[in-house]
């Protein structure tokens, strides 16, 4: 076995894994390189690699890098490219390939994908004989189509000729286990395993901790102020936390991670289906705790998993959506503590888009968060993590959080250029974040809002704030669109087609479009809209619109923060 030849010397100021990932990634632009070396020199043995991700908020993108630097140690010169950057026909080109790619809305892939998914799924798709692969699918088991994207990858490069290496694993929502499993398999199984993986470097006394969704911080929570007005259906809040003293940073764009706790009073309920006063104690990832602490702090109560079905001897059905519904649904069966618990999902963090700018808000993050509550068979529920900062994180005094970041959502790198963003409802989150950015770096671009909820008198988020950024001219345009203030109803993309000739002309500017907020009506509406003001305005066919659109998403001109 021919030995590895290293790029980085071992006295370089680099951590052990920091050399191994580089030794990889430089390797890898060599052995692309089509210079031919000079005589003598000692060829790179290092096998590449190439790590595609698919991603809609930036946990592909972050996994694919984490897979590169493992790789980089373990003799693969790995080289991490975007599936928006890739070609069918550069993909069959290929030889190795891990992908790496999310799964958003009705089993859709997101959008650096779409075109790679759909170029492979046509019928003159080039053949991918010389390929070996492997597949990892995150997603989420409380959609129906759980991580169908990365099995419509899977399926695709075997159809085309690809040779599967590795099965393909489906990540839930606690996805690392998974993920490193998968990464192993697929590594060991490409056969260029030529260095053992690197040690872990302990760190040194004294050393700041980093948080992260491992080890979320304990932000100190400083304010829970509802938005909405007195009679609104609606219940909005805008939280903000400390991150004094955390290290954490994060950029206008980002998302925060919160570790929400459930609500005590259906964790009474869990106790009573059990017949357990919640004393009762059991394992758990944090060691042994309380049943009621348990299940108040560590576990999910929401979707049934496998295990639990199967333990209860119970069917997977629709009226099953949480924990509750199986346990009264068989009350003659009553699992120990201990097996109840072990068949749980760990509870798993919420992400929220951030809605302020750190320049603005120094030591502070803010979020703008709608509380969820419904009722399902008569009975009250509750959505986990935004009912905990309604009702409860102000009184707890802090919250788990980290900073998720999202590189694929961001305000345009040039304060010249115009923007546009549509952001309903919730979905203004982000783009409070883009115009405090831009008012504190004294970005002169032009920028448009377009904002949307029920009524104005009651649902208009940050009015004040909104009203403040026109009159400073921050805020050069903004069309709102309140649905139940007039008989016939009318949301963002309604006022977005008034606008047509305006909006297109933005665009021919340079300027960026940008939507955030629900995935499986408004965006999609949204997008169609815009189809329609190119056509209609631009004087185009339905086949040039499309390539428009298509253009501003190559160019990271449109981009979208769904959910």
Known sequence: ????????????????????????????????????????????????????????????????????????????????????????????????????????????????????????????????????????????????????????????????????????????????????????????????????????????????????????????????????????????????????????????GDALGVLPHNCPEHVSHILAALGCDGEEAVPTAAGELSLRTALTAQFGLGKPSAELLALLGATARPELHHVIDVLLAHPDKRPAPAAFVAALKKLQPRLYSISSSPKAHPGQVHLTVGAVRYDVHGRARKGVCSTYLAERALAHGTAGVFVHSNKAFRPPAQGDTPMIMVGPGTGIAPFRAFLEERAASGAKGKNWLFFGDQRAETDFLYREELAAMQQSGLLTRLDLAFSRDQKEKIYVQNRMLEAAAELYAWLEAGACFYVCGDASRMAKDVDAALHTVIQTAGGKSAEEAAAYVQALKAAKRYQRDVY
């Not at 009679?231 to 954490?248: C, Q, R, T, W």
Request: aromatic content about 8%; charged content about 15%; glycine content about 8%.
């Open 1 to 252: 076995m021919t030995a590895i030849v290293p790029l980085i010397p071992d006295n370089a100021p680099f951590s052990p894994e920091q050399r191994a990932w580089l030794n990889g990634f430089l390797a890898g632009i060599f052995s692309r390189s089509a210079a031919p070396q000079s005589a003598g020199a000692p060829a790179a043995a290092l096998t590449p690699l190439t790590i595609l991700f698919g991603t809609q908020t930036g946990t592909a993108e972050t996994l694919a890098k984490q897979a590169a630097k493992e790789a980089g140690k373990r003799g693969f010169a790995a080289t991490v490219l975007d599936m928006a950057a890739t070609t069918a026909a550069q993909l069959s080109q290929e030889k190795n390939v891990l992908v790496i790619t999310s799964t958003y809305g009705d089993g859709e892939p997101p959008d650096n994908a779409k075109t790679l998914h759909a170029a492979l799924a046509a019928a003159d798709a080039p053949a991918l004989s010389s390929l070996r692969f492997s597949v990892c699918s995150l997603g989420d088991t409380n959609y129906t189509a759980f991580c169908q994207c990365g099995k419509d990858f899977d399926t695709r490069l075997e159809k085309l000729g690809g040779q599967r290496i590795a099965p393909r694993t489906d990540c839930d929502l606690d996805y690392e286990t998974s993920f490193t499993t998968w990464l192993d398999a697929s590594l060991s199984a490409l056969g260029s395993a030529t260095a053992a993986p690197a040690a872990e470097s302990t760190p040194a006394t004294g050393a700041p901790v980093e948080y992260s969704k491992k080890n979320p911080f304990s932000a100190p929570v400083l304010t829970v102020r509802n938005l909405n007005g007195t009679g609104s259906a609606k219940e909005v809040n805008h939280v903000e936390f400390s991150l004094e003293g955390s290290g954490l940073v994060y950029e206008a």
